[in-house]
């Protein structure tokens, strides 16, 4: 079944709604006086197009129709959901929402992505006011699952909630209206604060980004904040921590100093409400589950080379800097034995349901070895900058063995064949003196200009005919050429 929305303003938050209900299958249609609105929400499709179907392991349904409208009430008519993006200003609001309820079917729902007013003050003078609800999220809309959603109808908020909850996003139900609904209060607290620790000359703006970013941040990603204090408090909870710290809010810390008082009364909520949300889980297991999910962001963010991720990757290349995986073949080459190319732990986002390393993680790490033996006989980072690199043709693995996470492996390698274009490769993984797997690898030299085979340079050149020296005596690997003909 075709459903439409409508986004009434095409701005930042507008385009974000548009792509999030677009990308889900939803017909949308746009209304924005912008002449470059079109060329604008493009641009946020575009970046929607890119990451937002990365989040799911299923198919998304096939994209909509997307339509602008220079009419408002053209843009509304037949609309299930119609999201107002306008800026801030409630007698510009009041104006679109009398223009919306003249031509728009009295059961839609009509969103407001406003960050600061309540229900009662956009329903002023509506034709029908329960119709209006708030519906702000965060952007960027078509990534971040929260919408706050601030209604005093029941109905109109489940209907609301339903539709939200089939676009991949999490309502937030406000039980009572305020100014600014929850997060942007919770944000607006930490913005001050900020704002006089510049002022004060206590740190900048980046040292303070620093603070979220490599510290707490991190641990609201995954926990929040009362389950993140709830750890805090050890085994005897959330009552522990408050008794412990509660009274901290009594000294002068911060700017923002009306606090309410710890009563016993406020102690006993706020402890049973952390019972009831994490209460199934113990202090042990919560420390697990949140060093597991530390562990994937900080590695997704190693992978961007972002934030704390690119500090982890300095701190590898330090490490790696005194091992012998900074070897050089221009500085020698050990007659008769693999090279190292790979020891490293076993990362927790290696390991699947079945507790041990993913098939496919064998093949990250026999990657990664190839990798490294390339930049080994000199095709490094410069080199391929220059124009030069190999792209794999064939891999052949054999399983031999589980590994759990936090094992230690090794990957060893010898060059079967480094002559002209050719690359062949045989890896053994191991886990101290167990075997784990084996992979042949075979590649091919190519001119990243044209991006077809071509002769290596001569420091490649020369860093292969090093290791086929040093290994030419070492016998065949068992296993190797089942796949991947031996060479001739």
Same mark, same amino acid.
């Given at each position: ?121 956009? @329903?002023?003078? #509506?034709? +029908?006011? =329960? %119709? $209006? ?6 952007? /960027?809309?078509? &990534? ?9 109808? @029941?109905?109109? #908020?489940? +209907?609301? =909630? %339903? $539709? ?6 999490? /309502?937030?139900? &406000? ?314």
């Amino acid at each position: 079944m075709t459903r439409t929305a409508a986004i009434i303003g095409g701005g930042v938050i507008g385009g974000g709604w548009a792509a999030r209900f677009l990308l889900n299958g939803w017909d949308v249609k746009i209304c924005d006086p912008d002449p470059e609105a079109q060329r604008k929400i493009g641009e946020v499709l575009a970046n929607a197009r890119r990451s937002l179907p990365g989040l799911s392991d299923v198919a998304l349904p096939e994209e909509g129709t997307l339509s602008f409208h220079a009419d408002l009430s053209e843009a509304v008519a037949g609309a299930t959901w119609i999201q107002e993006s306008v800026p801030e200003r409630l007698e510009l609001k009041h104006k679109v929402f009398a223009q919306i309820q003249a031509a728009c079917a009295p059961e839609a729902v009509i969103g407001s992505s406003t960050s600061g007013f309540k229900p009662s003050e956009l @329903q002023q003078g #509506a034709a +029908r006011p =329960a %119709q $209006i609800v708030v519906a702000h999220p965060f952007n /960027p809309v078509y &990534l971040l699952p929260l919408v706050e959603l601030v209604t005093a109808e @029941q109905e109109v #908020a489940e +209907r609301a =909630a %339903q $539709i939200l909850t089939g676009i991949g996003m999490l /309502p937030l139900f &406000l039980r009572k209206e305020i100014d600014a609904h929850v997060a942007d209060r919770l944000l607006e607290a930490v913005w001050r604060e900020a704002l006089w620790l510049v002022k004060d000359g206590i740190a900048t703006t980046e040292e303070i980004d620093n603070a979220i970013r490599y510290g707490f941040g991190l641990r609201w990603a995954q926990m929040g904040l009362f389950e993140t204090y709830r750890i805090a408090g050890g085994e005897a909870g959330m009552k522990h921590f408050m008794a412990q710290f509660g009274p901290a809010l009594k000294w002068p810390w911060t700017k923002l100093t009306d606090v309410p008082d710890f009563t016993d009364e406020l102690v006993d909520l706020i402890a049973g409400q952390s019972d009831e949300q994490s209460g199934a889980h113990t202090i042990r297991e919560l420390e697990r589950i949140r060093d597991t999910n530390l562990v994937a962001i900080l590695r997704a963010l190693k992978g961007q080379g972002w934030g704390a991720g690119a500090l982890l990757t300095d701190h590898d290349k330090r490490v790696r800097a005194a091992t012998a995986l900074a070897a050089r073949a221009v500085d020698g080459v050990t007659p008769g034995e693999p090279i190292l190319t790979q020891a490293r732990a076993v990362p927790l986002d290696w390991t699947d349901y079945n507790g041990h390393m993913n098939e496919a993680r064998y093949l990250d790490a026999f990657s990664m070895a190839t990798d490294r033996f390339m930049e080994f006989i000199g095709c490094d980072a410069d080199y391929i900058a220059a124009g030069g690199s190999y792209f794999t043709a064939e891999t052949h693995i054999q399983y031999v063995d589980e590994v759990h996470a936090g094992a230690r492996i090794e990957v060893k390698t010898q060059m079967l064949l480094g002559a002209g274009k050719k690359l062949q490769l045989f890896h053994w993984m191991y886990a101290g003196e167990r075997l784990l797997a084996t992979a042949e690898h075979f590649l091919l030299h190519v001119s990243l200009e044209t991006r077809r085979p071509s002769e290596p340079g001569p420091e490649v050149a020369e860093g292969l005919r090093l290791v086929a020296e040093a290994q030419a005596d070492m016998p065949y690997p068992e296993g190797a050429g089942r796949t991947i003909r031996r060479p001739g």
